[in-house]
């Protein structure tokens, strides 16, 4: 589709709903009303919606939408702004955005603020755009803002290969820090390392701790980008340097663990976390506005960009949830249009 080209509005549009809680075997195809965008909000037609863990969590009844998102899931799309709502006025009908939500993207049509939106870099394939916005924001608040990484620290991303590894990989490396990560297999070390990673680590035959211990002579990693918990948070006060910062956004592992205080304040250590799908509308533009400024150039300028590991149709959102639990590395996106292509 090229930049001008725009369609008129349909009445209703098609999505992939939650029908039950459990398996993949839940998300079926369906028919919901258009969304109309309300004050200061943009409706979007969709070209692709990024596939992320936390969609996984909702449709297994263990992540609950937000008050007043959608019931389906879909946290990041990309596409046209199809419509404006009253006083929205940061972006033209038919513009090229990406936007993050707090639910609703598996479908042809979302509405949201025009502020958790991003003009698309040109360089950057539309559907691939979808594959930018959750990971993006969540790396940036959780490594940069939160985690406080400067150029010159060591940090340490567990599960290297994840849409979040891949872009935390990218940035850290990009701002000037050492990258170690860990990962599950030879070939995702490799595709880590490539990606701009100083140190793969393989948790199936390497002790992650003995690892960083050898490599940086006992003084450990600046900051830790966290996904597994479980047995790994102890593990991880032992790896972390004096005043050392652990950031949890995810417990793959286990959400309750063991953990020895005195470790904690021998090394002046800061163990803290979060979640972003709930925060405010106001939280998240503020991010936006910070990666327009420091982040968009790098993707403009290509020296980092979404790692796209496959595409499903939106008719085939059960098969891109089973991709999840398969040997993937980077982003699983979901196409609603077939002549969504790069832009030109």
């Known amino acids: 589709m090229s930049r001008s080209k725009t369609t008129s509005i349909p009445e209703t549009m098609r999505i992939a709903a939650l029908h039950g809680r459990g398996g993949p075997e839940v998300l079926v195809s369906d028919t919901r009303p258009v ?18 863990r936390p969609d996984v969590l909702q ?3 263990l992540y609950p939408a937000p008050a007043g998102a959608p019931d389906w899931p879909g946290l990041e799309v990309s596409g046209t702004v199809a419509a404006l709502g009253e006083g929205a006025s940061r972006f033209r009908k038919g513009a090229l955005v ?17 502020t958790n939106a991003m003009t698309i870099p040109f ?5 691939e755009a979808a594959g930018v916005p959750e990971t993006f924001f969540t790396v940036w608040h959780n490594v940069f803002q939160r985690g406080g990484l400067k150029a010159g620290e060591r940090i340490l991303v567990h599960g290297g290969t994840s849409g979040i590894g891949t872009t935390a990989i990218q940035l850290a490396d990009a701002f000037g820090a050492e990258v170690f990560v860990t990962a599950g297999s030879a070939d995702k070390c490799e595709a880590a390392l490539q990606l701009g990673a100083h140190h793969a680590i ?6 992650f701790v003995e690892v960083i211990a050898e490599a940086t002579k006992g003084q450990g990693v600046d900051l830790i980008l966290d996904m597994v918990g479980g047995d790994y948070t102890p593990r ?49 533009a503020s991010i936006a506005r910070e990666l327009e400024e420091k982040v968009v150039p790098l993707l ?16 085939e959102a059960a098969a891109a949830h089973r991709r999840m639990d398969e040997d993937h590395i980077g982003k ?12 030109g």
């Open 202 to 207: 393989d948790y199936r035959t390497q002790d």
């Open 98 to 114: 990406m936007a993050l939500l707090p639910g609703g993207g598996y479908a042809e049509y979302a509405v949201v603020d025009e």
């Open 59 to 61: 449709r297994m009844g």
């Open 123 to 127: 360089n950057i394939g539309v559907p």
């Open 236 to 284: 991880n006060l032992k790896a972390a340097a004096i005043d050392g910062r652990i950031v949890q956004i995810a417990f793959l592992r286990g959400q309750k663990v063991e953990l020895d205080l005195q470790a904690i304040m021998v090394k002046r250590l800061t163990l803290t976390g979060s979640t972003l799908r709930a925060r405010s509308v106001a939280f998240k």
């Open 300 to 315: 403009t300028s290509g020296r980092v960009k979404p790692l796209i590991d496959s595409i499903f149709p939106l008719a």
């Open 35 to 52: 969304p109309v965008p309300g004050p200061g909000e943009i409706l979007i037609e969709v070209f692709a919606a990024g596939v992320n």
């Open 332 to 343: 699983i996106l979901l196409e609603q249009r077939g002549d969504a292509g790069l832009p």
